[in-house]
């Protein structure tokens, strides 16, 4: 069994012949169409389509003029992307230790690491659970600091009842396969602040601003833009988000009906400010299992598994280059160290989640034989 299969067929492959008839490529009507569509969802009046969520998280530090020696606050339990943009700006990034339960950022540590050097805070909806951004949307405006919510894995997830991706200043999406809803690669800048959204459309297009049938420069932009073949994947994903969703959801909550009798395993639920949409299903094993093990032996027995994702403390680059020592993040360093992905995608059978718990009881028996 896979970790992850995306959910595409014919209604994504009608919508990709239509932009070949239409012989136009490039970031086009499909596009506008998409971030329409996200924007709708989401509720904001602004939504930007990008090539990944890595560069719309890059555009959005240029858009809030994130640059060089400034410090950015980023939650140190992340795909390493969260913490690389910040250096492509030449900023500093400060990380921060998340909270053991939903490993989403630490609102203490948070606070204890700003300076007045801090410029942006980068919180992360981790692994499709919202980060508490009632209280961090607080604590960066206590410090007039923009927050830019690195929503890659949570689109159509909750916090405080408003969709991810919209109380902090920008939110990020991912459109990667491994994510809620997929174009390939893509992603999607989402905001309700006017000045901000004219800066990004200006960044993302190599700083050009339309004049009649030529530009004018004004920044030293990117191209950072998504073409309409892969915007009309999008389209059709969004057509089924909901379904999507509501299907994660049944999956991961007979997963945790499955496992609640097993003191070994921690599994993931909604925390107490939102809903989790279980983009991975992450559990915490107890210190007494060999969590590599566990992944070997269950491949063996054809269940797809790895690990939750990065500490970013603990990877060669962040130790090189910004000093960090592993371990340093104690909470962070624990979920990378014991974290295990299960699989969870929503054209699994009824009876998928009694064969991977029961695959994972018998690995986890073998080890304590011991
Ligand atoms: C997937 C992911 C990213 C990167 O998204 P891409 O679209 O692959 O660039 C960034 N942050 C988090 C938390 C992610 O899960």
Request: proline content about 6%; hydrophobic content about 40%; glycine content about 8%.
């Amino acid at each position: 069994m896979k970790l992850c299969i995306p959910v595409i067929g014919e209604r994504e492959m009608a919508l990709i012949a239509e932009v070949f008839a239409s012989g136009h490529l490039a970031q086009g009507p499909k596009v506008a169409e998409f971030e329409r569509r996200v924007a709708d969802h989401v509720g904001t009046r602004h939504a930007f389509a990008t090539s990944s969520c890595t560069t719309a998280l890059h555009l959005s530090l240029a858009a809030v003029g994130i640059g060089p020696g400034d410090e950015v606050l980023v939650a140190d339990f992340t795909f390493p992307a969260t913490g690389n943009v910040v250096v492509h700006q030449r900023a500093v990034p400060v990380l921060v230790d998340v909270d053991p339960v939903t490993f989403t950022m630490d609102v203490e540590d948070l606070r204890r690491k700003i300076t007045p050097r801090s410029r942006a805070v980068i919180p992360v909806d981790t692994f499709g659970c919202p980060a508490d951004m009632e209280r961090i949307t607080a604590v960066a405006a206590q410090f007039g600091l923009p927050v830019i919510e690195d929503a890659a894995c949570a689109l159509g997830a909750t916090c405080g009842g408003r969709p991810c991706g919209t109380p902090g200043t920008l939110g990020c999406f991912s459109f990667h396969p491994r994510k809620v809803i997929t174009t390939g690669e893509g992603g999607m800048i989402v905001t309700d602040d006017d000045e901000l959204a004219e800066r990004i459309k200006l960044l993302r297009n190599h700083g050009g601003v339309g004049e009649t049938f030529w530009y004018r420069y004004e920044a030293a932009g990117f191209n950072y833009r998504l073409s309409d073949v892969l915007a009309a994947i999008g389209i059709a994903q969004m057509e089924k988000l909901d379904e999507l969703l509501s299907r994660r959801r049944e999956l991961a909550g007979r997963l945790g009906e499955l496992l609640a009798d097993l003191p070994t395993i921690r599994c993931p639920a909604d925390p107490p400010w939102g809903r989790h949409i279980f983009q991975s299903y992450v559990v915490m094993l107890d210190e007494s299992i060999d969590r590599d093990r566990l992944v070997a032996d269950l491949r063996e027995a054809d269940i797809e598994t790895t690990v939750g994702t990065y500490a970013l403390h603990d990877q060669p680059y962040f130790q090189q280059a910004w000093g960090y020592a592993a371990g340093q993040l104690p909470h962070s360093h624990a979920a990378f160290r014991r974290s295990l992905t299960l699989p969870l995608y929503p054209q699994m059978a009824d009876e998928d989640p009694a064969i991977v718990v029961a695959a994972l009881r018998k690995a986890i028996a073998l080890q304590q034989g011991e």
